[in-house]
């Protein structure tokens, strides 16, 4: 029995790259060498219209700007598949240029790369092991960032780094236990000497868990995990640097159907900021599934909760409910595919005390609308029309900031080999 086991902070922030790019379909072509290996290189240019590119706020500080931008990215996904093993490579680059003289600061560079191994030496229901070893690393300019942006004035670059594996056993058909562990590495750079409303850390987790599967369609399962955190904002200040958090979940995760799988545990946990100067105890939840509805239709639900420190405030923690939903459709004998994205994002902030700031809420719900036709086995065109609403409840001039509307349309191509 097939069980769906990824972290759950990882799933949400996998549907937000696949949601944030168009060059991540995979092609069912490349260059082969031997009998196991497929390179697969291609190149993208497009275009974008961004009605306000600095995420800016006209309660704050008056009339958005709009400008247009123009992408050139190439890239290389390599496939390894053995008889136990297999590894995923893919590695890319970009250059984005604005338009407008008054926003060419922001012209900036991006790049990343995934590394991912799998092994295991049994099938299905049978007993033994499997191995998961996972790399990633991002650098992505906040000026571009539909997610996670930077607010008015803000023109750094965020790097991102995360390492993780999960080691599982299967017993039998019905017993089977994994424990996990990763590395995540947030920093927030500022090479315009503006600023940064963003502070960054670094986070280890820890974590096991034990299934019972009493039949193929039920699968019972008991998670728990310890996160510790060194946060930079907080170097040099009367506050420690570092946080930890614990936390257990319970629930189910296998097969309703052939065609429906789910993963939902809830359960509780505890933030302790600042060396416990403060705490948070509260009910948290991790969420996922996929419904192929049929042959050319698929749905994608992804949620969590969790504690963490706040990357906006100084000396501030943070709780994070996110929920994620992607439907895609291929049409044309699956030449064409078009998706349709949407997520909401609650970060609840609060302070360590009222000197080092007020409390706030802030809410953001993004959409996305997207076609990608293959013309031929080397072109592609797409279009993706992107929305984003930012908004929080606190009336303080300070957190306006936070308030805008931003729309985004993006057209170009890809060449793949």
């Not at 963003?198 to 369609?217: K, L």
């Not at 998670?223 to 200040?237: C, I, R, T, V």
Request: glycine fraction near 10%; charge should be negative.
């Amino acid at each position: 029995m097939k069980r769906i086991n990824p972290l759950s902070v990882a799933f949400v922030s996998a549907l937000a790259c696949l949601a944030a790019s168009g060059d991540v379909l995979d092609r069912p072509t490349g260059i082969k060498i031997g009998q196991r290996m497929t390179l697969r290189p291609y190149v993208t240019a497009s275009f974008t219209y961004d009605s306000n590119v600095d995420a800016q706020s006209g309660r704050a500080y008056g009339d958005s700007e709009n400008d247009v931008l123009w992408t050139v990215s190439p890239g290389l996904g390599l496939v390894y598949n053995a008889e136990t093993w297999s590894l995923n490579l893919s590695a890319y680059y970009n250059y984005r240029g604005y338009m407008k003289n008054c926003h060419q600061n922001y012209n900036h560079h991006n790049y990343g790369q995934d590394l991912r191994w799998n092994w295991s030496n049994s099938k299905g229901n049978e007993k033994g092991w499997s191995l998961l070893l996972a790399e990633s690393f991002r650098q992505v300019t906040m000026a571009d960032d539909m997610v996670m942006d930077g607010g008015d004035n803000y023109t750094g670059d965020s790097r991102q780094l995360q390492v993780s594996g999960a080691l599982q056993r299967r017993f039998n058909e019905h017993f089977h236990g994994d424990v996990n562990a990763s590395y995540y590495w947030l920093d927030y750079l500022d090479d315009n000497n503006i600023r940064s409303r963003y502070y960054g850390w670094d986070r280890w987790t820890v974590g096991a868990e034990a299934g019972f599967a009493p039949s193929r369609w039920t699968d019972f399962i008991l998670a728990g995990s310890y996160m510790g955190y060194h946060q930079d904002n907080l170097e040099g200040s009367q506050y420690d640097g570092s946080s930890q958090g614990y936390s257990i979940q319970g629930g189910l995760g296998s097969y309703m159907t052939e065609r429906l799988s789910y993963r939902a545990l809830v359960g509780w946990s505890r933030f302790e900021y600042a060396d416990a100067e403060t705490t948070n105890d509260g009910f948290v939840y991790t969420l996922s599934g996929n419904w192929k509805i049929g042959e050319t239709w698929n749905l994608m639900l992804l949620g969590t909760s969790y504690y963490q420190p706040s990357e906006r405030q100084y000396a501030s923690r943070s709780r994070v409910d996110a929920v994620s939903l992607g439907v895609a459709k291929s049409l044309i004998r699956g030449k064409l595919r078009t998706t349709l994205d949407l997520r909401y994002r609650r970060e609840t902030h609060e302070h360590i005390n009222s000197g080092s700031g007020n409390d706030y809420v802030l809410n953001i719900i993004t959409g996305r609308l997207g076609l990608d036709y293959t013309i031929n086995r080397l072109l592609a065109v797409f279009a993706y029309l992107e929305y984003q609403r930012s908004f929080n409840d606190n009336d303080d001039a300070r957190y306006g900031a936070y308030d805008y509307d931003r729309w985004r349309f993006t057209t170009g191509f890809r060449l793949s080999y």
